[in-house]
């Protein structure tokens, strides 16, 4: 479960970035492609208008050229037919040798056709392809970043997300050439079983027999086949999760000291081994279906050419059309069973994975808030925020986290909510962010229900710097200027307030030096110095706004001389504005104006550190238990 939290968060603190990024894309390139997937139903024909979307010009040229494949094989037939018996016919001294010049001119077209229809055709999707990717990768993350984070953090939602937005282009090019090869294939069928019937009709209703099993076996694979693949969604995710351990730099201390690396390939490898044993079951079934209706499918077809033999005889069918017939039957058979079973599985596969976007774009939203205008003038700056008997229990769980919370912040001053692990803080602070609108009782910021709240508009008042914060492998400047331009003197303002103005000097590039190893010369920089990052991209996406300040224990892995450091600078710099101080280490907040602690879901004291200590109750022990850590 950690890892779906983890990408949970990964992916609401992505929101912000990307709404900037697409907001700034948009009005750059208000032509670009990018389809509107919110709430769409698909199906396989969906994909269609995809790609009539992203080039319909081509898109119009493909299909034009799928009709001509689809009556390629009928027109080899009679060419085929023509150039033979005229052959024969001019070496018989019936006609003249020149006469073989145009049916041999139709093979060499024919021919030519074959090979260079591919390659002509290449250029052209290539381009279409390209615009597709682009335009439906957009729609996907910006739904991803619209998805209710109360959502996010299921792991049935992560798993869809694997299956359906990684790769989406991936999945309408598949389902748009399932039905591209399904038409081609029944165009290929039926001209060769017109021209088979119009000499033997008996011969043409006996090989579509034949078929009508293998395509029914073809589309009970293909459903197998996705059902497979679904369950091995979840073992792939383990098995990818395990490599991550064992290559990440992240546990490498741990894999030195605990020789942990042959536990986790053990792990590894029996996960491995069982989302293989799901595919090669499919497989297996699959093969054998196929097999079976091929051979009902040959079997037809040898019959058959034996029985076109006393059409010959009697002159009914001349021998270049038997020859040719022959080639075409036979031909027919290879394509129904491999070619034929190949596409009605991907038909088959394309269904149920339009059931799967389906469901993914009507996953619910955050709400989109009130329109500009109503927001600027709603927007003056954070001045309180008040719980009301706040009730609130997880969608997977019937254990009530927070049972009756009730508070009030004010703006100006310094607040701190402290409880043990577990206590409910973290589950608070997600409410105060709007993160889940599921909860009993009232949250009133400004005197306005959150509910009344758009999203964004709450986000506007509040600076958050999470437990979990990100470390994005961008520059200096990248990781904090995110909601707006925030001019370089402030940049370099905040970062010397949180203690990092000398390391940032010494970086080739300042400002704009990479950080992490994701690219070449990149700096790797401390934990601790990675925590300073994320208060500096509070404060300057704050500090101009008027918005309260809110920290989750983002210093947890600081030693305690360390992280009281952190909260006492971070108390400096907020000065004259709002702070919310989430912590489970008492001593970092002692000076801040008002202590809430938490304890069995409900607000069991509150008061300054001096009130708390007097009364000797739950505050006063844990106090105490944490002085004894350190002396």
């Known amino acids: 479960m950690l890892c779906f939290y983890q990408a949970a968060c990964e992916t609401g603190r992505f929101k912000e970035v990307y ?212 369950e091995v969604v979840e073992k792939r995710r383990w098995f990818e999760y395990l490599s991550s351990v064992m290559l990440g730099k992240e546990a490498v201390l741990e894999r030195t000291l605990f020789s942990s690396m042959a536990f986790l390939n053990k792990r590894y490898e029996r996960t491995f081994k069982q989302a293989y044993e799901v595919e090669k079951r499919a497989l297996w079934k699959g093969t054998v279906r196929m097999k079976m209706g091929g051979m009902v499918s040959a079997l037809f077809a040898l019959v058959s050419t034996f029985l076109l033999l006393p059409g010959v005889k009697t002159g009914e069918i001349t021998v270049g059309m038997y020859v040719s017939m022959v080639n075409a039957v036979f031909s027919l058979v290879n394509t129904m069973t491999w070619n034929l079973s190949y596409q009605m599985e991907n038909l088959a596969r394309g269904r149920a994975v339009a059931k799967d976007l389906s469901a993914f774009c009507k996953m619910p939203e955050e709400s989109g808030g009130n329109s500009p205008k109503e927001k600027n003038q709603e927007s003056k700056g954070f001045e309180s925020l008040e719980f009301v008997d706040v009730r609130f229990r997880y969608p997977d769980s019937d254990a009530y986290i927070l049972n009756g919370v009730s508070f009030r912040l004010d703006a100006g001053k310094h607040y701190a909510f402290v409880g043990k692990n577990g206590a409910g803080k973290s589950t608070l602070i997600k409410l105060m962010a709007g993160l889940y609108m599921g909860y009993e009782g009232e949250i009133f910021i400004n005197g306005r229900e959150l509910r009344d709240w758009g999203q964004e508009e709450a986000e506007d008042l509040l600076a958050y710097v999470w437990q979990d914060y990100a470390k994005y492998s961008l520059t200096v400047r990248e990781n904090l200027q995110f909601s707006r331009e925030i001019e370089e003197s402030e940049l370099e303002k905040a970062l010397e307030d949180v203690g990092l103005g000398k390391m940032i000097d010494k970086l080739s590039g300042g400002l704009d030096a990479a950080l992490g190893r994701l690219e070449e010369g990149g700096t790797d920089i401390s934990e601790g110095q990675w925590q300073r990052i994320a208060i500096a991209r509070a404060i300057v996406n704050g500090g101009k706004k008027g918005k309260a300040f809110i920290l989750d224990e983002p210093a947890a892995s600081l030693d305690p001389v360390a992280e009281n450091q952190v909260y006492r600078q971070f108390a400096d710099l907020a000065e004259g504005k709002t702070a919310l101080f989430i912590t489970h280490r008492l001593g970092a907040v002692k000076d801040v104006d008002m202590i809430f602690v938490l304890d069995g879901g409900v607000v069991a004291e509150r008061g300054t550190h001096a009130e708390l200590m007097e009364k000797k109750g739950y505050y006063e022990k844990m106090f105490v238990s944490q002085q004894e850590w350190y002396l």
């Open 19 to 230: 709404r900037r990024e697409n907001r700034e894309m948009k009005k750059q390139s208000r032509k670009k492609y990018q389809p509107d997937i919110n709430g769409r139903r698909w199906s396989v024909l969906s994909s269609v208008s995809f790609m009539f979307e992203a080039s319909p010009v081509f898109t119009i040229i493909q299909i034009l050229a799928c009709i001509i494949n689809g009556l390629f094989p009928a027109l080899m037939v009679i060419v085929n037919a023509l150039f033979v018996d005229t052959v024969l016919d001019a070496l018989a001294g019936k006609k003249e040798m020149a006469d073989v010049l145009l049916p041999l001119s139709g093979v060499i077209g024919c021919l030519l056709w074959q090979r260079l229809s591919g390659v002509l055709l290449q250029y052209g999707q290539g381009i279409r392809d390209r615009r597709l990717k682009e335009g439906l990768q957009n729609a996907f993350l910006d739904k991803i970043a619209r998805i209710a984070y109360c959502k996010l953090e299921m792991p049935e939602t992560q798993d869809l997300i694997r299956k359906t937005a990684l790769n989406p282009e991936e999945h309408v090019k598949q389902m748009f050439d399932s039905i591209k090869g399904t038409g081609i294939l029944f165009l290929q069928n039926f001209s060769v079983f017109v021209i088979l019937m119009s000499k033997v009709w008996w011969a043409g209703i006996l090989i579509f027999v034949g078929a009508v099993p293998l395509v029914k076996l073809s589309l009970k694979a293909g459903d197998d086949d996705y059902c497979a693949q679904s």
